[in-house]
């Protein structure tokens, strides 16, 4: 069947099983299990969930390997980085990273002993840090400049070295772009964003195609309790069916608002990486189904992007992406990426595109009147 077809079934029950399509959410914390522990599916709720077991098994589908469900992104993240370092291990990580991760490797990691490379996502640049590394990290498009790498030349790259890759693949979603099938090693999301495009959860997954690393992924997940609740998960995987409508629309009308402000005055750039000026054009081609819903451009000034946002009267203010509605920010604000202060984050929405356009328009002449 289409991919499309088996991500709307993902994890549902099987056709001819009797009962409801997708069970409720399972909210105890304890089953009855008497006798050995080892006779029993369920014993704790801190050990397994039929919630989270059927939300495997669509990302699974999706991912095209094993996927453990996490309580959120950082906690997906946190998990990998886990299981994968120890004191004297090299961690290659992109200088445009997540700055949250950033943060997290320069203020956890590194006190604990762990050598952290920072290099661009242009261009490849992380394969010159290879050199020793135990984990590269990679990130692409990256958030918010939404640069590419070639994840599976990065991935030959680093394989040389013995060195494991994982992969945010956050902004893209599985949905684009498949990391395992690229040899990744493990491939890392913040489920709060695209895959469950609603913005009404937090949530996270790892996913991979090796039985082993998966179960101590599960046990890093036990015992850090790093646990998702059953009713995130049960919206998350009443969402995913959308997915591939969801997805679909946004990166068409991200596409066409990209075009739209290439060259409009009081446009200093626009980044999209399925622009043909974009650098990494042709290598998202390659590894993309599509290009994906965030937009990003610089309008030159904070007080040009202030006037653009305060003049919007259907896009969001807010500093989440990948939702049904349309999104905006100054990203500047938050201090933890290299942009200037008149760079706008722009997550495109489900809303009519027109309207999304006209939108923009809107916010356009009033960011050139400053």
């Known amino acids: 069947m289409h991919r499309d077809t088996l991500i709307v079934h993902a994890?549902?029950?099987?056709?001819?099983?009797?009962?409801?399509?997708?069970?409720?959410?399972?909210?105890?914390?304890?089953?009855?299990?008497?006798?050995?522990?080892?006779?029993?599916?369920?014993?704790?709720?801190?050990?397994?969930?039929?919630?989270?077991?059927a939300w495997e098994e669509a990302l699974?589908?999706?991912?095209?390997?094993?996927?453990?469900?996490?309580?959120?992104?950082?906690?997906?993240?946190?998990?990998?980085l886990g299981v994968c370092l120890r004191p004297g291990d090299v961690l290659v990580l992109p200088a445009d990273a997540y700055y949250t991760i950033r943060r997290l490797a320069a203020g956890w990691l590194e006190p604990l002993g762990v050598q952290?490379?920072?290099?661009?996502?242009?261009?490849?640049?992380?394969a010159d840090a290879l050199e020793g590394a135990r984990l590269l990290w990679l990130e692409t498009p990256s958030n918010p400049q939404l640069d590419i790498c070639d994840?599976?030349?990065?991935?030959?790259?680093?394989?040389?070295?013995?060195?494991?890759?994982?992969?945010?693949?956050?902004?893209?979603?599985?949905?684009?772009q498949q990391p395992l099938g690229l040899g990744a090693t493990y491939v890392v999301a913040s489920d709060a964003k695209g895959l469950t495009g609603h913005s009404d959860l937090i949530l996270g997954h790892v996913a991979t195609a090796d039985d082993e690393r998966a179960d101590a992924l599960r046990t890093w997940r036990t015992q850090h309790g790093a646990i998702p609740g059953p009713m995130e998960v049960w919206l998350a995987h009443r969402s995913l069916a959308t997915l591939p409508l969801r997805v679909s629309r946004q990166c068409a009308s991200a596409q066409e608002l990209a075009q739209f402000l290439d060259g409009q005055p009081g446009v200093e750039t626009v980044r999209y990486p399925g622009l043909p000026g974009h650098p990494g054009h042709e290598i998202a081609a390659r590894q993309m189904r599509a290009f994906g819903s965030i937009v990003s451009f610089d309008l030159g000034s904070r007080a040009r992007a202030d006037a653009f946002l305060g003049a919007l009267?259907?896009?969001?203010?807010?500093?989440?992406?990948?939702?049904?509605?349309?999104?905006?920010?100054?990203?500047?604000?938050?201090?933890?990426d290299a942009v200037s202060e008149g760079f706008i984050r722009f997550s495109v929405g489900c809303e009519s595109v027109d309207d999304i356009i006209t939108d923009v328009t809107r916010g356009l002449k009033a960011a050139i009147s400053r």
């Open 11 to 53: 994890g549902y029950r099987k056709h001819g099983e009797p009962g409801p399509f997708l069970p409720g959410p399972q909210f105890s914390s304890t089953y009855s299990s008497p006798g050995a522990p080892s006779q029993h599916a369920l014993t704790y709720g801190r050990f397994h969930n039929p919630t989270w077991t």
């Open 60 to 80: 699974g589908t999706l991912e095209e390997g094993h996927a453990v469900a996490f309580a959120s992104g950082m906690a997906a993240v946190a998990a990998v």
């Open 116 to 126: 952290v490379r920072l290099a661009p996502t242009r261009d490849n640049a992380q």
């Open 151 to 176: 994840i599976r030349a990065l991935v030959e790259a680093a394989q040389m070295r013995g060195a494991l890759v994982a992969v945010d693949n956050t902004t893209a979603t599985a949905y684009l």
């Open 313 to 336: 009267t259907l896009v969001r203010e807010a500093t989440s992406f990948g939702g049904v509605h349309s999104m905006a920010e100054r990203r500047a604000r938050w201090g933890g």
